[in-house]
């Protein structure tokens, strides 16, 4: 028994050694031997803009009490509640009072992309499907503009709903609400994200 | 009189609070970073908000990304008002790039080498997205549609391959492991019983080859 067991711990003892040494050089190998000898040419290209909401806005998209389905081209609250909004060629009443400013501290121009997380749903879960919730942008605002003809159905995706805002420039913003006739009366609500892009570049 | 003054103050400055709003601003100085495949690595993103309210923000990654940066951890930060770009705050964002390049393998996936001949540069583009807190809606009537606001760059990923021979690793290990545990029996086996009975059995087996030698 000694001398057969003294056999087998000198093999398996060698083993290990082995094992251990080849261990060892593996992560050596992994970690590398390059030298590299380098001169650079440095430039920083930075980009960058910063947008925000009108406090209109912010504080969310309201289509208050509707008391008689079905309706078509609901207006938003705030779709014409702006008193002197600065616009071309002077201020405006009846303007929107929603809007995306691009920050002055921007330098480039801006797209702007919009979607919806989901239909408009109740808390009992009916729903007012997401495309009879429509928008219109514009880059001026009067009683008018955005116009309700220009309305496009809002979906879950992104898409462009404002191109080449300029540094300083606002995209204005309306929205409108068709209810169908069978909609169970209730609260709906979702939430709109809006998203601001370098110009060309996709949402 | 006073009370007429004070009033007025209240008024403004609750008006002044309802026309404040919060933004976000994203300044990117790395559109793009090359990092091998299986290594950690970060981007320093800055954000500011140059409007007159601080808002929180929160770096994430866009879908198209997901996969190749993975296991990624974003803090969520306050932007103070009022900050300009020059004084754009960085926000880390780190990530792990998981093997994406094609192995051969041997013993089922225990030992595996990587050949980077005729296994293009991986590329992959998306966007990183910095956005803030969401708003909120009163909800009346028919209710409404809360909003929210976040802005992005692209940003591109380039995935080095690192050419490997066979990678040996989980067998060195395995045999190490292997060869100890039996050291490790063997010595056990031959340790267990005490000295004294260890020598008298000795003792014993040599009584008897003698007696044998004089038979």
């Known amino acids: 028994m000694g001398y057969k067991d003294n056999i087998v711990v000198l093999i398996f003892a060698a083993v290990f050694l082995f094992s251990i040494i080849m261990l060892m050089n593996q992560g050596v190998r992994t970690t590398g031997y390059a030298t590299t000898a380098t001169t650079t040419s440095n430039v920083t290209i930075s980009t960058y803009f910063a947008i925000d909401m009108s406090t209109n806005l912010t504080n969310g998209i309201e289509f208050g009490t509707i008391n008689s389905i079905p309706v078509t081209n609901w207006n938003a609250t705030d779709n014409n509640n702006s008193v002197n909004t600065t616009g071309v060629g002077g201020t405006y009443n009846q303007s929107t009072s929603m809007w995306l400013n691009v920050s002055t501290d921007s330098n480039t121009n801006v797209d702007f992309c919009v979607k919806a997380d989901t239909a408009l749903t109740s808390s009992g879960a009916s729903t007012i499907g997401v495309g009879n919730e429509s928008y219109a942008n514009h880059t001026v605002t009067n009683v008018s503009l955005p116009l309700v003809t220009s309305a496009v159905d809002l979906t879950t995706g992104y898409v462009k709903s404002g191109f080449n805002i300029t540094v300083g420039g606002n995209d204005y913003l309306r929205f409108w609400l068709d209810v169908p006739a069978a909609t169970t009366a209730a609260y709906y609500n979702n939430t709109l994200s809006f998203e601001g892009v370098t110009t060309g570049a996709g949402c | 009189m006073t009370k007429k003054i004070l009033i007025t103050i209240v008024f403004a400055f609750i008006l002044m609070i309802s026309?404040?709003?919060?933004?976000?601003?994203?300044?990117?100085?790395?559109?793009?970073?090359?990092?091998?495949?299986?290594?950690?690595?970060?981007?320093?993103?800055?954000?500011?908000?140059?409007?007159?309210?601080?808002?929180?923000?929160?770096?994430?990654?866009?879908?198209?990304?997901?996969?190749?940066?993975?296991?990624?951890?974003?803090?969520?930060?306050?932007?103070?008002?009022?900050?300009?770009?020059?004084?754009?705050?960085?926000?880390?964002?780190?990530?792990?790039?998981?093997?994406?390049?094609?192995?051969?393998?041997?013993?089922?996936?225990?030992?595996?080498?990587?050949?980077?001949?005729?296994?293009?540069?991986?590329?992959?583009?998306?966007?990183?997205?910095?956005?803030?807190?969401?708003?909120?809606?009163?909800?009346?009537?028919?209710?409404?549609?809360?909003?929210?606001?976040s802005v992005s760059q692209p940003l591109v990923v380039r995935v080095a391959c690192l050419s490997s021979g066979w990678d040996f690793t989980f067998a060195y290990a395995f045999a190490a492991f292997l060869s100890a545990g039996i050291v490790g029996l063997v010595l056990y086996r031959r340790f267990r019983t005490p000295k004294d009975v260890r020598l008298k059995k000795k003792m014993a087996k040599l009584q008897a080859e003698m007696k044998g030698m004089k038979k």
């Open chain 2, 19 to 149: 026309l404040a709003s919060a933004g976000v601003g994203l300044k990117i100085t790395q559109g793009d970073i090359k990092i091998n495949e299986g290594q950690e690595g970060c981007i320093t993103p800055e954000a500011y908000n140059p409007f007159p309210t601080g808002t929180n923000v929160q770096v994430v990654i866009s879908d198209e990304l997901k996969d190749v940066l993975t296991e990624y951890d974003s803090e969520i930060k306050y932007l103070p008002p009022e900050t300009s770009s020059a004084e754009a705050l960085p926000i880390k964002l780190c990530f792990k790039v998981p093997e994406v390049y094609q192995r051969s393998y041997l013993v089922g996936k225990v030992i595996d080498k990587v050949d980077c001949t005729n296994q293009p540069m991986k590329e992959y583009k998306g966007d990183i997205i910095l956005e803030s807190t969401p708003g909120g809606t009163d909800g009346a009537g028919a209710g409404g549609s809360a909003t929210r606001m």
